[in-house]
């Protein structure tokens, strides 16, 4: 009997035949339909979920939604581009948008299409483009045709009434727009003005036939007046319409929140004897969290310590589909302006009902931990409890309290509650220590006002005591995470990823520059990173050493997919710990409330199936409020500086481009663009390597982190636009730098021209 031939031997699983599979799809596919197109049985898909994670983190593969793979290099000819970085030379990494969330590798921004017109300010991160995609010598660029800062049909900007030579007014006039993206003014017919007046805020609509015209100036009408730019909040009123921002509430949400009675003891662990208290801002109007802490009592944990926080229960009063809970998912977050809020919820239970008012009695969800000697957590515990704050401190009280400042309200809180906080804290950062997060540099400043107006800039001080709040906080979020994977639940997270093998080259190729190096081939951990800051420290590059190292991390995000947070080095974390200004932790207490059975107004089942959505939607949510905040910043201090138009500033370059010098002010920390043109007459070729832009002819340069002196050209107000002109010389040539070819070449050409006139 003839021998039955055997079954063909299935050929190996490789990154070749994946990235086969894929193209064969389309060059877009979910997991199980490569599996189905390879052929592949259930004991291979652990091979192919690992090749998977390999060829996406090389860069070869791309996400177009959660589970949707995609070829990297595959993308189309144009489309809608997000802004989502910068490299380490200041310039600008964008990628596609899809309908499922951003898709495809990182492309740099062509040369020169990040700059605004005349008096207008750059492209941002988190501004979105049109964009054409190029392959060059360099690789692929996106090459900006259309900005899409604002809204197409409503643009906001500031009325200018037309005048004659004489100075007197015409009835029509001019728009300049807010938005720093836009290229030209609108002009606005005499029947078009409305009830707008000089230096009114305004929103315009293009008239009919005008959205689609490319040559000369468009027309618009006014449609309403939003304030004046007199105004002292005029930057804040901009940024929120120019970022979507939005400000005020519906009348049911006010209703709801009007409505809202004051949580009782019943079904609550009562904590009001436990003298908990808050440490904020000095200005703060909601207090989110009080802590407490104690030596720990049992004896099988000598010289450990228990820590109590209690996190404001907001919960209790914004249920699951209700107005004030549709009304906080559309805001994701509140927005933190240099002169107001734009807070998530209303006043009444922002800085009322939800907030942990001194010596009033308020709702919480309680968190106990226990630590050993070395900062190791134990056990947590956590409770829905009634609390009552016996104390509310400022940062600046509390931290004058340990240093022997106290004062009549911080001196009877010292002995019996501020001493075993900090002792607490020591014990806790012991752990911390060894953990090792990454510990960037990154002061943060305070415009101050005065009668309205900007009267200067300072850095903001950083205590212990912001460091104790924010250590205890960390280790609630870490709590609160532990707790729902426990429990089985669905959340979500916090995520950090690990910088990307671009990033990590940028930094490799920068840090010479500064007499230091990054090892390659070794693991990538946030340990290596501190022992680059901290060799930073003793040198005169301290500064734009933080600064490069901040622009080589990822941007942390919102997923339900867990893959750790790396800045903070922890396998797991969740927000948990500010309710009351982010939806994120409002969705981490509905799960707990659930998983621990605190309750009937936890995290309902459509909700559990839209947490990808909504990880989704508070990511891009907090980055609009980050840029609106960013450009509001920008604003006030162009308008401080707006005065001082030729003055001098001392400065670091944060930036190098091929189209300029990106400068920080040291006196304002103001950030601003240096045209390539204000220079000098000599061709400056951006060297990527050298993180510099370099003379063709001289070889002299202006490097990243250098110092400089500077004259203010141009403060542009509406914009938040600064131009500068660079006063100081350039660096000496780099040793063993030799003149290109090109250089020559045109050096040959300007000799024949100059032979010529003289003929």
């Not at 039955?4 to 193209?23: I, N």
């Not at 340990?527 to 590059?541: D, E």
């Not at 509406?718 to 040539?733: N, R």
Request: charged letters at 30%; hydrophobic letters at 40%.
């Amino acid at each position: 009997m003839p021998k039955r031939p055997s079954p063909p031997v299935p050929a190996p699983l490789t990154r070749e035949r994946v990235l086969g599979a894929l193209a064969q799809s389309g060059g877009a596919a979910q997991k199980r339909d490569l599996a189905r197109i390879l052929g592949i049985g259930p004991d291979e898909k652990k091979a192919l979920r690992q090749i998977l994670r390999e060829l996406e983190e090389t860069g070869a593969l791309g996400r177009t939604g959660r589970k949707r793979y995609a070829d990297a290099t595959a993308l189309p000819e144009s489309g809608v581009m997000e802004i989502i970085d910068r490299d380490t030379d200041g310039e600008l990494i964008a990628r596609m948008r899809g309908t499922d969330g951003l898709f495809g590798p990182p492309v740099r921004l062509a040369p020169g299409d990040a700059r605004g017109a005349k008096g207008e300010a750059a492209i941002g991160i988190g501004d979105r483009v049109q964009a054409r995609i190029v392959r060059t010598d360099d690789g692929l660029e996106a090459r900006v045709v259309k900005r899409l800062g604002q809204s197409a049909h409503r643009i906001l900007g500031v009325f200018r009434a037309l005048k004659d030579d004489r100075g007197r007014r015409f009835s029509g006039g001019r728009v300049v727009p807010a938005d720093r993206k836009a290229r030209y003014d609108l002009l606005i017919a005499p029947e078009h003005v409305g009830e707008a007046t000089e230096g009114d805020l305004v929103l315009v609509e293009l008239t009919a036939g005008q959205q689609d015209r490319t040559h000369g100036p468009k027309r618009g009408l006014i449609k309403e007046v939003v304030g004046k730019e007199s105004d002292p909040r005029a930057a804040s009123i901009l940024a929120m319409h120019t970022h979507g921002i939005t400000s005020g509430f519906s009348e049911e949400e006010e209703r709801q929140a009007s409505a809202a009675q004051a949580a009782t003891l019943q079904g609550r662990t009562d904590l009001r004897k436990l003298p908990l208290i808050t440490i904020d801002p000095e200005d703060a109007r909601d207090h989110d969290d009080a802590v407490f802490a104690a030596p720990d009592d049992d004896a099988k944990n000598p010289g450990g310590w228990r820590v109590w926080v209690a996190i404001a229960d907001v919960a209790h009063y914004v249920t699951p589909g209700s107005a004030l809970d549709r009304g906080a998912f559309k805001r994701g977050n509140s927005t933190y302006f240099p002169d107001r809020v734009a807070p998530m919820l209303p006043e009444s239970l922002s800085a009322d009902l939800c907030s942990l008012r001194e010596h009033e009695e308020r709702a919480c969800l309680a968190l106990e931990m226990v630590f050993d000697k070395n900062g190791a957590k134990r056990s947590h515990t956590f409770a829905r409890a009634l609390m009552r704050s016996a104390a509310k401190l400022s940062y600046e009280a509390a931290q004058a309290a340990i240093d022997g400042k106290p004062n009549d309200k911080t001196g009877p809180l010292l002995e019996p509650i501020l001493k075993p906080l900090w002792a607490a804290y020591a014990c806790v950062w012991k752990g911390r220590e060894a953990r090792q997060p990454l510990d960037i540099d990154a002061p943060e400043h305070k415009i101050i006002f005065q009668d309205g107006k900007v009267a200067g800039v300072k850095r903001r001080e950083r205590f212990d005591a912001h460091k104790l709040i924010e250590e205890f906080m960390i280790q609630a979020n870490v709590c609160a995470a532990e707790t729902l994977e426990l429990k089985v639940r669905p959340l979500i997270y916090r995520i950090h990823d690990k910088p990307s093998d671009a990033k990590i080259a940028a930094l490799t190729d920068f840090l010479p520059t500064v007499d230091m190096a990054w090892a390659k081939g070794q693991t990538i951990t946030a340990g290596r990173f501190n022992r680059i800051l901290s060799l930073a420290k003793a040198t005169p590059h301290n500064d734009i050493i933080n600064e490069v190292v901040l622009r080589t991390q990822a941007q942390a995000v919102y997923a339900q997919g867990n893959i750790g947070h790396f800045g903070l080095n922890l396998a797991r974390y969740a927000h948990f710990t500010s309710p009351i200004r982010r939806y994120a932790d409002l969705t981490v207490h509905r799960a707990l409330i659930a998983a621990l059975k605190l309750g009937k107004d936890g995290t309902t089942a459509d909700e559990e199936k839209r947490l990808d959505t909504i990880a989704e939607h508070i990511s891009q949510t907090e980055r609009q409020s980050m840029a609106a905040e960013r450009d509001a910043a920008s604003r006030y201090i162009a308008s401080f500086l707006a005065d001082r138009i030729g003055a001098t500033f001392e400065g670091r370059v944060t930036g190098v481009t091929r189209f300029g010098l990106f400068i920080r002010l040291d006196e304002t920390q103001a950030d601003g663009l240096a045209p390539i043109r204000s220079l000098g007459n000599e061709h400056w070729t951006h060297d990527e390597a050298a993180h510099a832009l370099v003379g063709d002819a001289s070889g002299a340069r202006f490097p990243l982190g250098m110092r400089v002196e500077v004259r203010l050209e141009e403060a542009t107000p509406i914009s938040g636009g600064l131009l500068f002109a660079v006063l100081t010389d350039p660096h000496p040539p780099a040793p063993g730098w030799r003149k290109s070819r090109s250089a020559n070449s045109r050096d040959a050409d300007r000799g024949k021209q100059r032979g010529k006139r003289r003929r």
